[in-house]
T-cell receptor
Framework: LAKTTQPISMDSYEGQEVNITCSHN???????ITWYQQFPSQGPRFIIQ???TKVTNEVASLFIPADRKSSTLSLPRVSLSDTAVYYC???????????????FGKGTKLSVIP | ETGVTQTPRHLVMGMTNKKSLKCEQH?????MYWYKQSAKKPLELMFV???????ENNSVPSRFSPECPNSSHLFLHLHTLQPEDSALYLC???????????FGPGTRLTVL
């Protein structure tokens, strides 16, 4: 299993760019990297997914170096509503083979300060 | 109803009880998942159903028994649970495994 490591917490001021890095040294060839956001008393919400290089959508960017042993979620110009826990997920499911490997990190609690 | 719904939202049960958690997805997805989220551990994937076929996870105790009668419904049957099974149980669905998962709000389970 690809174990992931993230910072436990981060603070940022409103309007700043926030970068959260996840380490996954044992990532496998078939593994994808996915980031989720979770607010209290809610289920996680998908942010972005990638395999290599850079992926960008309307809310975030995901940077993955060539060796894929880490990934960085970048949130541009955060607001108070971005205060949440952010999870890095590494793995893939091989339903045909009857096995799966999905490893969530412990999450990074981001606090956005006015 | 839209998205992924879970019932009940809260459940308190004794160690000798039998109860079931229900999940329903209204997104037309073909994969569904059960997760456990406890205070001191990361999200743990318990079970995966793809096209209504269960993908085994041998590390989950047999006191948890999943059931997927069709692609829209997923159940988690509980019996003789332990206090350490108290947690938030989350259901999710996706179109194809390993793709974006949509989570329900969870069931907060307390085992006395």
């Amino acid at each position: 299993l690809a174990k992931t490591t993230q910072p436990i917490s981060m603070d940022s001021y409103e309007g700043q760019e926030v970068n959260i890095t996840c380490s996954h040294n044992n990532i496998a060839t078939n593994d994808y990297i996915t980031w989720y956001q979770q607010f209290p008393s809610q289920g996680p919400r998908f942010i972005i997914q990638g395999y290599k290089t850079k992926v960008t959508n309307e809310v975030a960017s995901l940077f993955i170096p060539a060796d894929r042993k880490s990934s960085t979620l970048s949130l541009p110009r955060v607001s108070l509503s971005d205060t949440a826990v952010y999870y890095c997920l590494v793995g893939a499911i091989y339903s045909g083979a009857g096995s799966y490997q999905l490893t969530f990190g412990k999450g990074t609690k981001l606090s956005v300060i006015p | 109803e839209t998205g992924v719904t879970q019932t009940p939202r809260h459940l308190v049960m004794g160690m000798t009880n039998k109860k079931s958690l229900k999940c329903e997805q209204h997104l037309g997805h073909n994969a569904m998942y059960w997760y456990k989220q406890s205070a001191k551990k990361p999200l743990e994937l318990m079970f995966v159903y793809s096209l209504e076929e269960r993908v085994e996870n041998n590390s989950v105790p047999s006191r948890f028994s999943p059931e997927c009668p069709n692609s829209s419904h997923l159940f988690l049957h509980l019996h003789t649970l332990q206090p350490e099974d108290s947690a938030l149980y989350l259901c999710a669905s996706s179109q194809g495994v390993s793709n974006e998962q949509f989570f329900g709000p969870g069931t907060r389970l307390t085992v006395l």
